[in-house]
């Protein structure tokens, strides 16, 4: 099955599902509403993956409450429909849950062109970028690994491919492994996208021949995908933040 132009094996479709349509799925309520409906506040069982499925983020303020389909009816009309994004049960994607899935996972994101590449672009960055043939045009086992790790695992950190990479050990690497400076038409090219404090928000590297390689997010629908270079800058833009270059040493 294809998602994003990727091949996407029948167990991590099956692991998809279980992200995106859950037989008990969360929801964001009222603090008194949950008191009211005798629910428990229960973080504990978000994972990271139904995290990024329900886009689950800064709930200081509110309870998180685990429902059935039919227990979710006992919810206020407006509080359904006030949650961060739908909900989409087993009964109702039944039939053509594998089709629904891949929507969701393609809406609004770009196919990754890893099959355009020539062999011979491949071939010339080797020894450059180790890990980034590999990589190009797959889906994370998870959520979690992001796109620091994907271009150190590029350059060829054993294993960095399936971290969470925080900024600073990414830093740290681009000290030891990088030069200020670089071309967009030359392969090797660290591309590393600073707010106006100077923190890292987003990395990707050039491979060369008008191409690039990034991991757009850490959520489980996030392929690492090659896109031609002008397209990926201007999907990675962000109000707020500027374009920084360094180049392989």
């Given at each position: 099955?294809?998602?994003?132009?990727?091949?996407?094996?029948?167990?991590?479709?099956?692991?998809?599902?279980?992200?995106?349509?859950?037989?008990?799925?969360?929801?964001?309520?009222?603090?008194?509403?949950?008191?009211?409906?005798?629910?428990?506040?229960?973080?504990?069982?978000?994972?990271?993956?139904?995290?990024?499925?329900?886009?689950?983020?800064?709930?200081?303020?509110?309870?998180?409450?685990?429902?059935?389909?039919?227990?979710?009816?006992?919810?206020?009309?407006?509080?359904?429909?006030?949650?961060?994004?739908?909900?989409?049960?087993?009964?109702?994607?039944?039939?053509?849950?594998?089709?629904?899935?891949?929507?969701?996972?393609?809406?609004?994101?770009?196919?990754?062109r890893h099959g355009e590449?020539?062999?011979?672009?491949?071939?010339?960055?080797?020894?450059?970028?180790?890990?980034?043939?590999?990589?190009?045009?797959?889906?994370?086992r998870r959520s979690g690994?992001?796109?620091?790790?994907?271009?150190?695992?590029?350059?060829?950190?054993?294993?960095?491919?399936?971290?969470?990479?925080?900024?600073?050990?990414?830093?740290?690497?681009?000290?030891?492994?990088?030069?200020?400076?670089?071309?967009?038409?030359?392969?090797?090219?660290?591309?590393?996208?600073?707010?106006?404090?100077?923190?890292?928000?987003?990395?990707?590297?050039?491979?060369?021949?008008?191409?690039?390689?990034?991991?757009?997010?850490?959520?489980?629908?996030?392929?690492?995908?090659?896109?031609?270079?002008?397209?990926?800058?201007?999907?990675?833009?962000?109000?707020?933040?500027?374009?920084?270059?360094?180049?392989?040493?």
């Amino acid at each position: 099955m294809l998602a994003l132009g990727i091949e996407v094996p029948d167990d991590l479709i099956s692991r998809w599902l279980g992200w995106f349509a859950p037989h008990v799925q969360p929801f964001v309520i009222p603090l008194d509403l949950a008191d009211s409906l005798d629910l428990d506040d229960d973080r504990n069982r978000l994972t990271p993956e139904v995290r990024d499925t329900f886009c689950l983020y800064g709930l200081d303020a509110s309870a998180l409450v685990w429902l059935s389909e039919d227990d979710a009816r006992r919810l206020p009309v407006s509080v359904r429909r006030s949650q961060p994004v739908p909900h989409h049960w087993p009964t109702s994607i039944a039939g053509r849950a594998v089709e629904t899935v891949i929507k969701y996972v393609e809406k609004g994101r770009r196919p990754s062109r890893h099959g355009e590449v020539a062999p011979a672009t491949w071939g010339a960055i080797a020894s450059m970028l180790p890990g980034a043939r590999r990589l190009a045009g797959t889906f994370p086992r998870r959520s979690g690994p992001n796109c620091f790790g994907t271009v150190m695992a590029a350059c060829g950190v054993e294993g960095a491919e399936d971290m969470w990479m925080l900024r600073e050990p990414f830093e740290d690497w681009l000290a030891e492994h990088t030069a200020g400076g670089g071309h967009d038409d030359e392969p090797g090219t660290v591309l590393v996208w600073r707010d106006a404090d100077g923190a890292a928000q987003h990395a990707a590297v050039t491979l060369g021949d008008v191409w690039g390689l990034h991991k757009p997010s850490q959520g489980w629908m996030s392929p690492t995908k090659v896109l031609a270079l002008g397209d990926l800058k201007y999907s990675a833009r962000a109000r707020g933040q500027r374009l920084h270059r360094r180049h392989l040493r």
